[in-house]
């Protein structure tokens, strides 16, 4: 069955760090699906920027080589590429200096189209590009998006957050998180406020705990210079994983309404119990991971690949937390996100509490709890983990199976990118999905005295090894609780 496609309005969207990662990764394969799919209105325009000179041959060059290297064999229409690769030009932009910004103006002067400008680009450069944009007279018009990390800490996120805002209305700021964009965490809205099966359950009298992990086999790779600057509590917990805990634990908003939705997730975030410097040790968890192996062999460790001895830079964070409401009083909410670890998945467990009373005797086997798995990535799909009967004479015996929904086999349609439902929303002036200032203030607000207490600790951060699920102590963590972490992978 096709899924419907909805037209937007024309836009003209202006991407800076066109020639980086995330754009060539990312970005331009995200534009072309939704071109393919018809999404795109014929005089939308895609401009790219960087610093490097360049034709605008060169720069439809690379996007070309980006489709062929990023973009399914099974997805290449020539006729739709020539049409992508038609509404591409460049322009050369020194963003922290003057040169090109008035070409770039010149470029959008005139037209009437939705503008969109993407800061592809590290964090260092969002405060001078909106200056810039302000300066040629483009940020009147323009909606703004802006990646993670936004800040290093309360003070700094603050301080971008005050800049952008300088120029640009709340209104027309879209910090982006890819996880919100993914469709597994659209039908997690979804299996919560359509059904009638779950809501009702969905509280401390029913909910033993919920477990968010978030699993990477890669090491840091290319990125190491940005990620011992930042490190998993940063680079993942703050946003991502705080992220999905809000849309799990959130009350119903009245409507799916962007500022409606994001009261209920910043309520989470203000109601999630403190974790001071004396509780830290108790709560959190930081590893590096050492020489190991990983699926193709022999791994270094993180201070081989990065060079440094001397880092403390965790690759591995697991926390222990408690929302302090009516809803989940007393339910822990067990975070977990780590580099060179067995398996990359990223995945949502609801363990509901054990049954009352068990009918069966010993012979039928324990009855164990019913569990609801959200898997974000990869192999997007739903499992709900029942106790039935196993089949056959010889009296009752009992196995937990799962009601399994994958989204590949239950729908006969190619699944999204999460940044093509994500730039298609910026057009269509949607924030649902995108995070509000007081949002990311209040995800730093908690994660700060964290990063406090690790920074005026002499204490070294665990190690584990490459292809393990980090260090012992993130086991203990949960197992002083009499709980152990959900681990399976099939």
């Keep these: 069955m096709a899924s419907q496609v909805i037209a937007v309005e024309p836009f003209d969207l202006v991407v800076f760090g066109a020639t980086g990662d995330l754009a060539i990764r990312k970005l331009i394969p995200a534009l072309y699906h939704r071109d393919a799919a018809g999404q795109v209105p014929g005089s939308s325009r895609i401009i790219g920027v960087s610093r490097r000179p360049m034709e605008d041959a060169a720069f439809r060059k690379m996007a070309h080589d980006a489709l062929g290297a990023h973009v399914g064999k099974d997805h290449h229409e020539e006729a739709a590429i020539a049409r992508f690769l038609d509404r591409v030009s460049y322009a050369s932009v020194d963003v922290v200096g003057k040169a090109g910004w008035k070409e770039l103006a010149a470029m959008l002067a005139g037209s009437d189209r939705i503008l969109v400008c ?8 969002f405060v001078p590009i909106c200056d810039g944009l302000a300066a040629c007279g483009l940020a009147e018009r323009a909606r703004v998006v802006v990646e993670k990390p936004l800040g ?5 996120a603050m301080a971008v957050n005050d800049a952008i805002g300088k120029h640009f209305p709340e209104s027309h700021v879209y910090r982006i998180d890819h996880y ?5 965490v659209q039908n997690l809205m979804a299996l919560r406020f359509a059904n009638a099966l779950f809501e009702p359950l969905w509280n401390a009298a029913h909910i033993d705990n919920v477990q968010i992990t978030v699993a990477e086999t890669l090491g840091v790779e290319g990125r190491a210079g940005y ?24 009350e119903p908003p009245p409507s799916l309404a962007a500022d409606a939705v994001r009261d209920e997730k910043l309520k989470v975030l203000q109601a999630l119990v403190p974790i001071t410097p004396e509780t830290v040790r108790e709560n959190v968890v930081r590893a590096q991971y050492r020489a190991g192996a990983s699926a193709t062999g022999p791994v270094p460790g993180y201070l081989e690949e ?22 989940w009083a007393g339910v822990p909410f067990y975070l977990r996100t780590g580099k060179r670890l067995p ?6 467990v609801v363990s509901f509490r054990p049954i009352p009373h068990s009918v069966f005797d010993k012979s039928a086997g324990a009855v164990r709890n019913n569990r609801l798995v959200i898997r974000l990535q990869p192999d997007e799909g739903v499992k709900l983990w029942l106790m039935i009967k196993d089949p056959g004479p010889g009296g009752m015996r009992l196995r937990r199976v799962p009601l399994d929904m994958s989204f590949a086999e239950t729908f006969a349609v190619r699944n999204a990118d999460a940044y093509e439902r994500l730039l298609m929303d910026v057009v269509r002036g949607n924030q649902t999905l995108f995070m509000r200032r007081d949002e990311v203030e209040a995800a730093w607000r908690w994660v700060e005295p964290i990063l406090q207490y690790w920074g005026g600790s ?13 260090p012992t102590a993130s086991v203990a963590l949960i197992e002083k609780d009499r709980r152990s972490w959900h681990e399976e992978m099939a």
């Excluded at 398996?343 to 949502?348: G, K, L, Y």
Aim: charged residues 20%; contains cysteine; negative net charge.
């Design 180 to 184: 919100l964009g993914k469709e597994t």
């Design 343 to 348: 398996s990359r998945v990223s995945e949502i």
């Design 152 to 156: 290093k800490n309360l003070a700094s």
């Design 118 to 125: 993407y800061l592809s680009t590290g964090p260092d450069l």
């Design 227 to 250: 990620y011992d600057t930042a490190g998993a509590l940063r680079d993942m917990v703050q946003n991502h994983i705080l992220q999905l805990l809000c849309l799990v634990a959130m």
């Design 306 to 327: 990065l060079g440094n001895s001397d880092s403390r830079t965790e690759t591995f964070v697991a926390l222990r937390a408690e929302i302090a409401n009516w809803r």
């Design 458 to 470: 002499e204490e070294l951060p665990r190690t584990y090894t490459a292809g393990t699920w980090g």
